[in-house]
């Protein structure tokens, strides 16, 4: 769905009238005249928590309650703006809306930022921190603190946000707010006195999160004197009008006309738009120090507008801003058409997606058996799950992704490669060019540090699925009288597929995980080879641990017998190392005949089986003689182990 098609589906729910007693508020006919708010009645914030705890409920709330939005179940989730978002009920791209909050009578600009949950998109929450003076950190009253939770603590800490713990759903039957204040105290230190507790589903307490918004976080540090900069800190791209950067101005003001500079690119633009986000965009004249807003300067690629870059004005240059962390691709997959036909139609769709994206990296690939299609980068697994689900959706487009692989490093000791790749070290995102040992002196894998937290009854099950992942224990403290929390060091290769499917099933959905990257750390790896009727397949090559060949190859050989259909012949599925077997299956000949129960004469019966029997054979693909569903390259590597 595109960006303008979704600004209109918000337009039509607006203008609003609602209001709450607590707050007073101002509608979207008034004209917002920016220059009444000076730096120190302007908050910037954000909402962080683990998935679910609330965040698009309470930000839905704080909408209303100012009145950006009408106070009706059709508001259910307006930050959640994508069709993924609102099916997975996850948040997957940061929002901003500014609401206009009158407080001991004055009135205040508070700009919200909301973020999202799934740790592959910490990336996201991180931008939007740095955006903002402070934080509101949600935990359920019923859950506690979960992993997420912690991870984004600590992001909020380091950038030495003011933070204000929320604790949500109390009025859910089991709710336990003290309990959930003890676990504050103790792990990140905050007197449960700050602690406020609310039910953002019934609006309990949501004037006491506003009043402490205004109350507990810092003006932000900007002056109008100053010359103009500008954070950007997200951007989108519209079809009709080019991109559009959200930015957090720092210094000055800016107004349409003005001629702008990109610090990263020194590219220079003429402003045609600008204004706030009440989630929709109202354009406004200017937008002065200490504000959030959106800006339409012409840039015709996301890439133009960098997230982290620095805009000034083209006769005040100023020193650009520290710039974020590029966020970096940990999960590489390939991605071909079902029908080399369908390639073009494809290509445009990834390209449009990407545009919006810019964290997902493309490259060119081909493979003998799947054709001509592209090595894509994601932050996560579910990042590119997503991806996937979005291409399906609202591309309609039918692709075959192949087994996700983590980027390996090798330090390469051939003289004649070195000087090929100009370093020493490379990275490999493709399996199948994964350099033999003769050539190379060391290989590195990715590794990450995990934070499991789980009532402790699962403690001994949880330990014995991070062994078998070769996780190495750093830590494990009691967070209450019945939770842990442990640390392990992970190869992210060990996680990135089934890890957490797995967690949370042992623990009957109680664990949770999450991960920030640990640099690299030099591993005895090797190359595996998945061979179909003697046949070697390109897109199902893995790297494993030597450690671990022998029960992966035997596994991936099971895996792929259960998933590949029984065919006119005997197939043999092996896996080896070099020219060694080292696992082996066979698929029984069998050809399924669909109309065995069908008795009698009945025509249009007989059709529509042999119809349906056709369509599933669309989602096969050949590879040598032998039929592959699609899907068979991606559960190839969901292990079992519980
Ligand atoms: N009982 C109760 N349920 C709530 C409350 N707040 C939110 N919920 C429910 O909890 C679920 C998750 O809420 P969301 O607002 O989508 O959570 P989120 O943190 O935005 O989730 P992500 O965007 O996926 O990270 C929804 O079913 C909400 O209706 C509350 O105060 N009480």
């Not at 980027?407 to 493709?430: C, D, F, M």
């Not at 790297?543 to 099971?558: D, F, L, N, P, Q």
């Amino acid at each position: 769905m595109t960006y303008t098609l979704l600004r209109h589906r918000w337009m039509k729910r607006l203008p609003v009238f609602s209001s709450s007693s607590m707050v007073s508020t101002q509608t979207d006919k008034d004209t917002i005249d920016l220059s009444k708010f000076p730096v120190d009645r302007i908050r910037n914030f954000c909402i962080i928590a683990h998935i679910d705890h609330g965040k698009s409920t309470l930000a839905d709330r704080l909408l209303e309650m100012t009145g950006a939005i009408a106070t009706t179940d059709k508001n259910k989730q307006v930050l959640d703006k994508l069709q993924v978002e609102r099916e997975r009920g996850i948040t997957v791209k940061a929002q901003t809306a500014t609401l206009i909050y009158s407080h001991q009578g004055q009135q205040y600009l508070l700009n919200l930022i909301d973020t999202p949950g799934h740790v592959d998109f910490s990336y996201e929450v991180s931008r939007s921190i740095s955006a903002c003076q402070g934080v509101l950190l949600i935990v359920d009253a019923n859950q506690g603190i979960q992993a997420q939770t912690v991870a984004n603590f600590y992001l909020a800490f380091e950038a030495q946000l003011a933070i204000i713990p929320v604790i949500n759903k109390i009025d859910l039957k089991n709710a336990d707010p003290e309990r959930v204040e003890t676990q504050i105290e103790k792990v990140f230190d905050i007197p449960r006195e700050e602690c406020i507790r609310i039910s953002a589903k019934l609006g309990t307490n949501v004037d006491k999160v506003l009043q402490a918004v205004v109350d507990r976080i810092p003006a932000p540090m900007a002056s109008t004197d100053d010359p103009f900069k500008a954070l950007v800190f997200d951007s989108n791209f519209d079809h009709y009008r080019g991109v559009v950067a959200n930015i957090a101005v720092f210094g000055g003001r800016v107004k349409k006309g003005d001629r702008i500079v990109s610090a990263y690119l020194g590219k220079t633009y003429e402003v045609n738009e600008l204004g706030l986000l009440r989630p929709h965009e109202h354009p406004t004249q200017k937008l002065f120090a200490g504000q959030v807003g959106y800006i339409i300067a012409g840039m015709k690629d996301v890439k133009e507008a960098q997230i982290g870059d620095t805009l000034y004005l083209q006769e005040q240059p100023v020193e650009a801003l520290p710039g974020f962390k590029p966020a970096k691709a940990m999960v590489f997959a390939g991605m071909y058409p079902m029908d080399q036909s369908e390639y073009q139609g494809l290509r445009s769709a990834i390209e449009r997606l990407t545009l919006n994206d810019s964290s997902v990296t493309v490259q060119r690939d081909s493979s003998m058996a799947l054709g001509a299609g592209w090595r894509l980068g994601f932050l996560g697994l579910l990042h590119m799950e997503v991806f996937n689900q979005r291409l399906e959706q609202e591309y309609n487009a039918s692709v075959i992704v192949t087994a996700p692989t983590v980027p390996y490093k090798a330090v390469l000791s051939s003289p004649k490669l070195i000087k090929e790749h100009g370093s020493e070290e490379i990275t490999i995102v493709n399996p199948a060019q994964f350099p033999d040992r003769s050539v190379v002196s060391e290989y590195l894998e990715p590794m990450v540090l995990g934070t499991i937290l789980s009532p402790d009854t699962y403690t001994g099950k949880i330990m014995t699925l991070c062994l078998n992942r070769r996780g190495i224990q750093k830590n494990m403290v009691y967070i209450d009288d019945q939770r842990v929390m442990m640390k392990y060091l992970f190869p992210l290769n060990e996680i990135v597929v089934d890890f957490y499917d797995l967690l949370k099933s042992l623990s009957s959905g109680y664990a949770s995980f999450d991960y920030e990257n640990a640099g690299y750390q030099a591993a005895d790896l090797i190359k595996m080879n998945i061979l179909l009727n003697g046949q070697p397949v390109e897109e199902l090559i893995t790297i494993v641990h030597r450690g671990r060949a022998y029960s992966t190859g035997k596994a991936m050989c099971e895996r792929l017998k259960d998933s590949i259909p029984r065919q006119m012949f005997e197939v043999a599925v092996q896996a080896s190392i070099g020219s060694k077997v080292i696992a082996r299956e066979t698929i029984k000949a069998y050809r399924k005949n669909v109309l065995a129960k069908c008795y009698g004469g009945d025509i249009t019966r007989k059709m529509k089986l042999l119809k349906k029997q056709a369509e599933g054979k669309k989602k096969m693909r050949r590879i040598g003689n032998v039929e592959v569903p699609k899907d068979a390259f991606i559960n190839v590597l969901k292990r079992k182990d519980k």
